[in-house]
């Protein structure tokens, strides 16, 4: 897995780059929450449940149809008051399905590990994606202050941060450039 903290930057930069409206808290605490829930499945390695299983890490939790759980049960209890079925339902349920989805998609870009399970609990076939240019993080927490560790950071740095930075940077120079055409055209009548 990338580290939590990318999984939640991940969560963080993509809402602000796809949002242009105010949203309360709780909607980028969900966002976190939705980005990194699928790493609580380390727990099977409590419960003697091995890593290839369908609840294995990077298993179930890890698939499509959890995603689209998750944000369907994140819309309904956390966004009770939106009314069903309706354009911005189904516009939050997109977002939160694509931030859950957005953790599976990232660990099959790492470069150790099994696959990720994106079609469980209907078929358990682990994937890769063909492009894995992040490097894999260490499940515990202890090797990650470490030179493996650092290495961890910097690729994460390089493939997930700096590239989601960027398209921030650039959507609000896009907006700030749209705005100043706006302006000038109402000078101009
Ligand atoms: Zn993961």
């Known amino acids: 897995m990338p580290s939590v903290v990318s999984h939640s930057v991940v969560a963080l930069l993509s809402a602000k780059i796809a949002t242009g409206e105010e949203r309360p808290q709780h909607f980028w605490l969900w966002a976190v929450v939705c980005s990194i829930l699928p790493d609580a499945d380390v727990v099977a390695f409590l419960f ?20 689209l759980i998750l944000a369907v049960l994140v819309v309904r209890f956390a966004f009770a008051n939106m009314v069903r079925f309706s354009r911005s339902w189904w516009a939050l349920v997109s977002f939160f399905f694509l931030i859950t989805a957005s953790h599976g998609i990232l660990d099959a870009m790492t470069d150790g590990g099994l696959g990720v399970a994106f079609f469980a609990p209907f078929d ?19 090797p990650f202050f470490s030179e493996r560790g650092l290495g961890v950071l910097r690729s994460e740095a390089l493939w997930i941060w700096i590239p989601l930075f960027v398209s921030l940077i650039l959507k609000i120079l896009i907006l700030k450039w749209s705005g100043r055409i706006k302006a000038d055209s109402y000078k101009g009548v």
Do not use: M, Q
């Open 48 to 67: 003697d449940i091995r890593y290839g299983e369908v609840f294995g890490h990077r298993g179930f939790s890890h698939s499509l149809s959890f995603a």
């Open 124 to 142: 358990s076939s682990r994937y890769f994606l063909p492009w894995r240019p992040i490097r894999v993080s260490p499940i515990s927490i202890v």
